[in-house]
């Protein structure tokens, strides 16, 4: 625990860490997950290989054979509606609902196994990789947590991936949880709208993303401030920095309209699979921008997946969009109830059939328990056997910023219908605790595909700004409409801010930075980066 500490310590202050005895714990880890690997690949229908965590806890078993010992099928994963059947386990490969949306990236396997139906990951289906944070697709597969060390008592337990009552220390919080509070009030002060983004080549869906957090409150007041680049060592693209830099254009100057390129010319460090003057998706876009904010402001971005989920909810990132997802599967028999929670940074509904009937039906849809019987019975750690049971998701933790997207794509093409949206949504419906206070958001942005196919067709958004004007930002084009108009919109992706309580007034205090926030001597780096090549045309933007 000591050197756990010290480890976390090393990775906040960007110093490096000395571990004696981590060649040897890799090498053991490494020949450990060879092993578990070569077990799937070997038994045809066994389940895949599962990744063993610090506590010695195996995750990601998938249900195999009916054959399989019962050992083996007590450490089925804790993720995934598809987790198991047949067996097939692909880390960090992609189940696509045609939009490139991924299900469940990192723990995404086939059949009608044991596991949680929730993804809680982001793909990319071009190099490979599973990137952490989002919310993927809402499986139906029975769920079977992992377990905690009170699972065999009498009264019910939860079994978490994170306890959600374990508060961090002082020591390890990555950003400063007041300043946050200060930023969650809203805009300092009413100020007129910002410019419109020039085109660079079927770059619509980049303007509308850029467009929606440029007038995300609290983003926009820790840009205002430079906290982040007076920090940064970077000597290369810090996707945090150009994005300070290009809110700050925004918001203090007086261009009329400005080209993103700063983003444009680094797409790729965004995302691999991205390709400069193709048209790509807008919310696996917003994911992978999300990462790589997280990521920037972190030491150590390499050894994120090795931060307790407990301190990594305390960066600033996750402080704003951050939330949490709770599963539970309550066996019919016995009425145990067992618990998985996983972060998110955005929800994703289902929009077909009555779920698109609004926004509201869309969530109650989400949060209606789903059956778990026949082929999906779920196997009860009290009763020891397989029942039936019931299996419900909840927002477990709220966020700062709720991002909700619409699943318009899908195998058999795109779902255009007219889903309803309000401009004030109250979540407590959809909470683990209804009771929970302060549960109301308003609407501060939307963004729109216009067309048939995500590679295709044309995006432009519509935002809140500071003097609480609506206005529909189309590229380059500015203009400022009514409610009204904005409401009448078939929303792909809605963005909504949490009111504050009555007695809270808006955000007025001057921020301080912290000094070791605050490096003033340090000389800001500034990004080159070549001209784009020009397009003639941009026929699907």
């Not at 195999?64 to 880390?91: A, F, L, T, V």
């Not at 790729?268 to 876009?285: K, M, N, P, T, V």
Request: proline share 4%; with cysteine; hydrophobic share 25%.
């Amino acid at each position: 625990e000591k050197e756990e500490k010290e480890k976390i310590k090393a990775i906040k202050a960007g110093k490096p860490y000395s571990d004696k005895n981590s060649a040897e714990q890799d090498e053991k880890e490494e020949a450990k997950r060879r092993r578990l690997a070569g077990e799937a690949d070997d038994d045809d229908g066994a389940g895949g290989g599962g990744e063993e965590d610090e506590e010695g806890e195996t995750k990601g078993k998938g249900k195999g054979n009916e054959d399989e010992d019962e050992e083996e099928e007590d450490e089925q994963g804790e993720n995934g509606g598809e987790n198991g059947g047949s067996g097939e386990r692909y880390r960090g490969s992609t189940e696509n609902d045609g939009a490139g949306h991924d299900f469940n990236a990192y723990n995404n396997n086939n059949g009608n196994g044991n596991g949680n139906g929730n993804g809680n990951g982001n793909g990319n289906g071009n190099d490979g990789n599973g990137n952490g944070g989002g919310m993927g697709g809402n499986g139906n597969g029975n769920g079977k947590a992992k377990k905690s060390a009170d699972s065999d008592s009498s009264s019910n337990s939860d079994s978490e991936s994170e306890s959600d009552n374990d508060n961090p220390k002082s020591s390890e919080i990555l950003f400063p949880i007041e300043i946050v509070k200060e930023f969650s009030k809203g805009w300092e002060k009413p100020q007129a709208i910002g410019p419109g983004f020039h085109n660079l080549g079927n770059t619509c869906f980049l303007n509308s993303v850029l467009q929606c957090l440029t007038y995300t409150p609290p983003l926009a007041r820790m840009c205002l401030t430079g906290m982040h680049s007076r920090q940064c060592r970077k000597q290369n693209f810090c996707i945090f920095c150009a994005l300070e830099s290009h809110i700050k254009q925004c918001l203090t100057t007086q261009s009329r309209v400005i080209a993103p390129k700063a983003f444009v010319q680094n797409i790729r460090s965004i995302c691999r699979g991205f390709r400069l003057g193709r048209q790509e998706d807008a919310h696996e876009l917003i994911r992978y921008l999300m990462q790589g904010l997280n990521n920037a402001t972190l030491a150590r971005p390499a050894e994120s997946d090795k931060l307790p989920f407990k301190i990594m909810q305390t960066s600033f990132i996750y402080q704003v969009f951050g939330g949490c997802l709770r599963s539970q599967v309550k066996c019919h028999s016995c009425s145990y109830e067992s618990n998985t929670f996983d972060p998110i940074l955005d929800l994703s509904i289902n929009i077909n059939g009555n779920a698109g009937k609004s926004i509201e039906s869309a969530l109650e849809q989400f949060v209606h328990p789903n059956l778990l019987n026949g082929d999906n019975k779920y196997k009860c750690d009290k009763c020891k056997k397989k029942v039936d049971a019931s299996q419900r998701f909840t927002i477990h933790k709220k966020p700062m910023v709720l991002t909700i997207h619409l699943k318009r794509f899908g195998h058999s093409g795109k779902i255009n219908r007219y889903i309803p949206f309000p401009t004030s949504l109250d979540i407590a419906p959809y909470l683990s605790d209804p009771k929970t206070k302060n549960t109301t958001y308003t609407l501060y942005g939307v963004i729109v595909h216009a067309g048939y196919s995500m590679h295709s067709g044309h995006y432009y958004c519509f935002v809140l700004n500071s003097n609480k004007q609506w206005y529909c930002m189309d590229d380059s084009s500015v203009q400022s409409v009514k409610l009204d108009s904005v409401l009448k919109q078939s929303a792909y992706m809605l963005f909504y801010f949490a009111d504050q309580p009555k007695n809270t007034q808006n955000g007025t205090t001057k921020i301080e930075i912290p000094k070791q926030l605050d490096n003033k001597d340090k000389k800001p780096v500034r990004n080159g980066v070549k001209s784009p090549a020009k397009k003639e045309n941009d026929n699907n933007s």
